[in-house]
């Protein structure tokens, strides 16, 4: 899917589109792979333009900018209308749609076609779903009709209420087990990469270790392949809750509340707009109007 406007680096002219075998090749070279959520066309354009590698519409949408408490609420038709403005401000990242609660769950059938819409209807590249062991033939059914799939594992927050609540997983043995057992059934179905959340650093440098395709951390410690962190959190625009494992890059909320209120002083003082925020009429057609005013009956205008 191509930007509607090209990318104002020069240097990113040369850039080619990320692919699922590119992120493969990066595990296999030991580089490092960047990821970030996106939601809507302006966030998705800056992101494409810092190179980042992959980024994944997610269903966090649902708490950073649809405001529900947690991922559950959000539809199928909600996420595909946010994937279509990522994908019009990319042109080279890979783009992931996150399966969201309820569209995969239900039957297989449903599943493949609700992950194909995110290919068919809203430019994206690749879809991810949550789950391990449970989700294998889902995963394989929609693999099977070309569409990449990343799992996710760990803190699965569709299931918080099963989880009671979102907690680290995996810091016990037989967990810590499971989750490594997953990861290989997941690599054994055909997904190309895995996101693993909230789970000990040292589980994820060992599943990151025994896996061929590469592991994408999210408060899971320094040694997976890639790193993902929800974009609002980054930019310190989600202020309800920060997780431990976020690093601010920025106070993006605080920034906004400054800028509201100095726009809000600055209309109540009349000190905006000023003359340069103000279309002028050329003093000719403002005296003609003029006349046209005195000669007309008041009554007509
Ligand atoms: O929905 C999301 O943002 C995610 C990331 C936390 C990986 O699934």
């Not at 609700?114 to 449970?134: H, P, T, V, W, Y």
């Not at 059914?141 to 760990?154: D, E, W």
């Not at 996101?195 to 440098?205: C, F, H, N, R, T």
Request: glycine fraction near 8%.
């Amino acid at each position: 899917m191509s930007a509607i406007f090209p990318p104002s680096n020069p240097s990113q002219q040369r850039r080619r589109k990320s692919s699922t075998h590119g992120i493969l090749a990066k595990k296999q070279n030991g580089e490092v792979i960047t990821m970030l959520t996106a939601y809507d066309y302006p966030t998705a354009l800056i992101m494409d333009q810092a190179g980042i590698d992959m980024i994944l519409v997610g269903d966090s949408l649902a708490m950073v900018v649809l405001g529900y408490p947690n991922t559950l609420p959000v539809t199928m038709e909600e996420m595909l209308h946010h994937c279509n403005a990522v994908s019009r401000g990319v042109e080279y990242a890979l783009l992931i749609g996150d399966m969201p609660f309820m569209s995969y769950q239900v039957s297989i059938t449903e599943a493949v076609r609700n992950a194909g819409r995110f290919l068919q209807e809203s430019g994206m590249d690749a879809i991810k779903l949550e789950g391990g062991r449970n989700r294998l033939e889902t995963i394989r059914a929609i693999i099977s009709a070309g569409i990449p799939v990343m799992g996710h594992i760990g803190l699965t927050p569709q299931s918080v209420h099963q989880l009671g609540g979102f907690r680290p997983q995996g810091r016990e043995a037989s967990e810590a087990r499971q989750l490594l057992e997953d990861a290989l059934l997941l690599q054994e179905a055909g997904c190309f990469s895995i996101v693993l959340e909230s789970i000990p650093g040292q589980l994820s440098k060992l599943i990151s270790k025994r896996l061929e395709i590469p592991t994408i951390g999210i408060g899971a410690g320094p040694d997976c392949d890639g790193q993902v962190l929800v974009t609002h959190d980054l930019l310190g625009l989600f202020e309800r809750f920060t997780p431990r494992f976020v690093k601010k890059y920025a106070n993006l909320s605080e920034d906004m509340r400054v800028a509201f209120s100095s726009y809000k002083s600055d209309v109540e003082s009349r000190a905006f707009p000023m003359k340069e925020h103000t279309i002028e009429m050329p003093d000719t057609e403002w005296a003609i109007f003029n006349q046209m005013l005195s000669e007309s009956n008041s009554n007509d205008i």
